[in-house]
């Protein structure tokens, strides 16, 4: 059954400094996408970052990257230089991708709450 | 572009009446998703509708629970005989299409309190 764990349920970070978001999935499918959403406390969910299990290189998408290691089945989100604004909850989601007609549904894992301290 | 809106954006109720929320997806988009997220909770899946497709309503708790989406657009999920435990916020979201990446857009989500 597919599955994410985020075993971190809260992070603390210093602003300016980098932080890494643990995010470890279990899937039987080789073909599959992660996503990280961003959910700040006005709640609306944010889309940051995706990677495609097939995909050679990290994704990175301005400060925010994905360190994708495949055999360890981790899809830690590491983003630099952080700022207040980075305070929020993060959901790691996995979507195997179906191309006979089923659903892409997103599983999310529990979330990471981030707080960025000055 | 407009987003995806959803109403209303908080609905307290009492054990036992019916509720309907609402979603408005994002103009053109084929694919719509409910999920519920608990209090600290991520998001559980709920409900997926695609094009004319038979939706997939594998998430959906109990029969209490259902959705339809009239024209390709709106979507209504309905709660019949609400309970305390269904108490949650439930967002809704819509992609381009179907196929191996499909950023899906969130709405504000409504916010259901069951007393």
């Known amino acids: 059954a597919q599955k994410i764990t985020q075993t971190q349920p809260g992070m603390f970070v210093q602003e300016k400094e980098a932080v890494t978001l643990d995010c470890t999935y279990d899937?039987?499918?080789?073909?599959?996408?992660l996503f990280w959403y961003k959910q700040p406390s006005s709640g609306e969910m944010i889309f940051l970052i995706y990677?495609?299990?097939?995909?050679?290189q990290n994704a990175t998408e301005g400060r925010y990257s994905l360190n994708f290691q495949k055999a360890r089945k981790s899809a830690n989100l590491v983003i630099s230089a952080s700022q207040l604004g980075d305070s929020a909850m993060y959901f790691c989601?996995?979507?195997?991708?179906?191309?006979?007609?089923?659903?892409?549904?997103?599983?999310f894992g529990t979330g990471t709450l981030l707080a960025v301290q000055p | 572009g407009a987003g995806v809106s959803q109403s209303p954006s908080n609905k307290v109720t009492e054990k036992g009446k019916d509720v309907e929320l609402r979603c408005d997806p994002i103009s053109g988009h084929t694919a719509l998703y409910w999920y519920r997220q608990s209090l600290g909770q991520g998001l559980e899946f709920l409900i997926y509708f695609q094009g004319n497709s038979a939706p997939d309503k594998s998430g959906l708790p109990s029969d209490r629970f259902s959705a339809e989406r009239t024209g390709g657009s709106v979507s209504t999920l309905t709660i019949q005989r609400t309970q305390q435990e269904d108490s949650a916020v439930y967002l809704c979201a819509s992609s381009p299409e179907r196929g191996a990446y499909n950023e899906q857009f969130f709405g504000p989500g409504t916010r259901l309190t069951v007393l």
């Open positions: 899937t039987s499918d080789p073909s599959y996408g």
């Open positions: 990677q495609g299990s097939y995909d050679q």
């Open positions: 989601a996995m979507r195997e991708v179906n191309y006979g007609g089923a659903t892409n549904k997103l599983i």
